[in-house]
Each structure stands twice: as structure tokens, then as C-alpha cells.
């Protein structure tokens, strides 16, 4: 029973492990920083991947003193407690589940409501509901614009005739997935001719996706389009690109690079300490003839200072944890006393406390005279 459990915890290890590895690294974080009280700190982390696309969402959680939750180099103004911040990082993994999406390898991987190019007066796509994988649109049909895929510019592209008939397949593709994981649908389309742009849109399993996309009239001009999706229990689903446009005439477009990659989610975390240096101080008085002496005891209520320093109101210093001050005055004083703590990294405390020094007992001089009330005078 050990050994197939100590079986069972390698296996989760290793498939966290493997898990964490095909997301980003989150670098230039540390794991706690110190910062002062009332003090502003600058985060500085970076991202590095390894084929990886730019990362979709980052956010800091929780959101309360930063500067911006959304970015990944905030400034975090702290007050006087100390705070720990999540860095969570969102991005896509480096496979895409979709086969042929850039159409290199011709007309394979994929099914199309639309039929093959059959020609006609204008080229091959000359009918409505029809296709062809191409380098260039006015190959297939006269009137459609010249231009490159939007892979290289001289790769294949998938050019279509739209159909007057709404939600027709223009792209499909069965792919098996991950269940409980989330999925990114992306695309990239332009109009190719200006007459009435085609509107887009992404289904899975029979459910549109995300909103209409509605293409440019700019010949030529490639926009991606996406969706995010969660898988749920779904383990094989058949994704397809829909054209929602039922124009008869200029419904005509190109598709190419589409993708469908898994969302991962990495996560660093940074505490940023603001010291407690609160520090209390309890004085003794000692009473002396000439003078008091005032002793002075501190109780550390938070972290344990690295230095004090003590200033006694009278231009004297020290820096003893628990200093005796001798004062010598003639008259009453009311000396303000502050103790400085400090910890590395310059951080201060410091408190503040008014003492009173009595005034120094008075010399004493007297005359004798003599007593006449004895009658002791002339005998």
C-alpha cells in the first residue's frame, strides 16, 4: 500500500512539474522585499517563455495600494502593515491543436460546408458557397484583391465565395482536448472584396462562440478574431468557423492561421515587510541632592531594532538600549526625550517623551544670635 501511494505522489509531481514547465517563469521576484512605513515599492518582475505567444492577462491580487492590478510592474504605496502580493500570470501553450491551420499543406484537416471551386466566367470561385486554398486571391477569382497569406505573405490562405445561407460552416475541425481547461479559439480573415464583409464567428459542438466578428471592407487587410472556451468534461469536440452574412453578392473573404491552444496559469507571490519598530520607554526618576537622574527602559512591541539613539533634549546622545541621564540644573527643566530605532535597510521608529528635572536644592546659610530670653546677657 506505501509503495503504490509513494508510486501515486511521483506521478503528481511529476505531472505538476511538467505542467508548471510548459508555462511562463515569472523572474525578478522576490520572495519578500523590506520597505519602510509610508513608503512606495516598485515591482521589477519579467516573464520568459520558451514557445511560447505573449502572455493574455496579468493580475496582482490583492489589488488594494497598487498602482495598477493589470500590469506586471505596479507600485505598491504601503502604510504602516505589511502585505503580501500574488503575481498571477495567464498565457497559451506552445502546441495548437489545430491541424493544417495555415493551410500549408493544402486542402487537408478540415471540412467546409462550401463546396470546392467550380469555375466560371470570373475564375474558379466564380459561384456563392465555394472555396480554394490559394496564394492569392485573384488567382481564384478576377474581381477578388491580390495579396499574400498572412503567415509570410507568399504561403496559402483559404479564400471563400460566402454563402447567402446564415451560420453555414465555412472551416470545421474535430481535436481532442483537456477537460477542465481553458481554451483559446483565434483566427485571422480579411475581406476579399469590398462589396458586403462577411461576419464571423466561432462554434463549438454546435454552440456559437464569443461575439459576431465583422470583417473590414479593406481588401487585404488580415484581423485576428478569438474567443476563449472552457473544456468542462469535454474530451473530443469539433470546432468551426461560421459565416453569418446572407448578402448575396460581395460576401467573399479568406481565412488563415487558425488556432486553438490551452490557457496556462503560473503564480509567484511576494511579501513586502514594513518593520513594527514601535517602540515604549519607561523612565525612572531618581531624586539626589544636586541632581536627578532619569533612567530610561525600552520595550520593544514589534521587531528588535538594530541600532537606538537616544537624544536627551540637552544637545547629549547615546546609544544604549537602556540609558541613565544625569541632570545637573539649577532650575526646573522639561527636556523632550526621543529614542530613535533603526533596523537595516535605514527604517526608523521614534518616540517622543517630555521628562521633568526638579530644580537643585538651594545652599542653606544661617547667623546665630543670642537668646535674651534667659537673661544670660551681661552675667
Not at 507571490?269 to 514594513?274: A, G, K, L, P, T
Not at 530610561?296 to 547629549?316: A, K
Request: hydrophobic share 35%.
Amino acid at each position: 500500500m506505501l509503495k503504490r501511494l509513494l508510486s501515486l505522489i511521483a506521478i503528481y509531481c511529476i505531472t505538476i512539474f511538467t505542467s508548471q514547465a510548459q508555462c511562463v517563469n515569472i523572474v525578478g521576484l522576490p520572495d519578500t522585499i523590506i520597505a519602510c512605513k509610508n513608503s512606495k515599492v516598485q515591482f521589477n518582475p519579467s516573464v520568459t517563455s520558451s514557445g511560447l505567444l505573449a502572455t493574455s492577462d496579468t493580475t496582482w491580487s490583492p489589488s488594494t495600494g497598487l498602482s495598477n492590478a493589470n500590469i506586471i510592474n505596479p507600485v505598491a504605496t504601503m502604510g504602516t502593515a505589511s502585505q503580501l502580493y500574488t503575481l498571477t500570470i495567464q498565457a497559451l501553450t506552445p502546441t495548437n491543436y489545430v491541424v493544417n491551420g495555415d493551410f500549408s499543406a493544402g486542402n487537408t484537416g478540415f471540412t467546409c460546408a462550401y463546396g470546392p471551386g467550380t469555375g466560371g466566367t470570373w475564375g474558379l470561385l466564380s459561384n456563392p458557397n465555394t472555396y480554394a486554398v490559394t496564394t492569392n486571391p485573384s488567382i481564384v477569382h478576377t474581381n477578388f484583391g491580390n495579396f499574400g497569406d498572412h503567415t509570410t505573405g507568399t504561403g496559402q490562405m483559404m479564400v471563400c465565395n460566402g454563402s447567402s445561407t446564415a451560420n453555414t460552416s465555412v472551416w470545421c475541425q474535430t481535436i481532442t482536448v483537456i477537460p477542465n481547461s481553458f481554451y483559446d479559439f483565434s483566427a485571422w480573415a480579411t475581406s476579399v472584396d469590398p462589396g458586403s464583409p462577411a461576419i464571423l464567428q466561432f462554434n463549438i459542438d454546435g454552440v456559437l462562440l464569443g461575439s459576431p466578428f465583422n470583417l473590414t471592407p479593406t481588401v487585404g487587410s488580415w484581423q485576428q478574431f478569438h474567443a476563449t472556451w472552457y473544456s468542462g468534461t469535454s474530451t473530443s469536440i469539433t470546432i468551426c468557423i461560421v459565416n453569418q452574412n446572407i448578402a448575396q453578392g460581395g460576401n467573399d473573404f479568406a481565412i488563415d492561421d487558425i488556432q486553438f491552444r490551452q490557457f496556462c496559469t503560473t503564480s509567484k507571490s511576494c511579501y513586502i515587510r514594513v518593520p513594527n519598530l514601535t517602540t515604549s520607554v519607561v523612565k525612572t526618576l531618581g531624586l539626589g541632592c544636586t541632581n536627578d537622574t532619569v533612567s530610561f527602559t525600552t520595550t520593544n512591541l514589534g521587531e528588535t531594532p538594530e541600532q537606538y539613539i537616544w537624544d536627551f533634549g540637552d544637545g547629549t546622545t547615546t546609544t544604549n538600549s537602556d540609558p541613565s541621564k544625569k541632570y545637573i540644573t539649577s532650575v526646573t527643566l522639561t527636556p523632550k526625550v526621543t529614542l530613535y530605532a533603526f533596523i537595516k535597510g535605514g527604517c526608523a521608529d521614534s518616540i517622543t517623551q517630555e521628562i521633568t528635572i526638579n530644580e537643585a536644592p538651594r545652599t542653606c546659610d544661617f547667623v546665630a544670635k543670642p537668646d535674651y530670653a534667659f537673661g544670660f546677657y551681661g552675667m
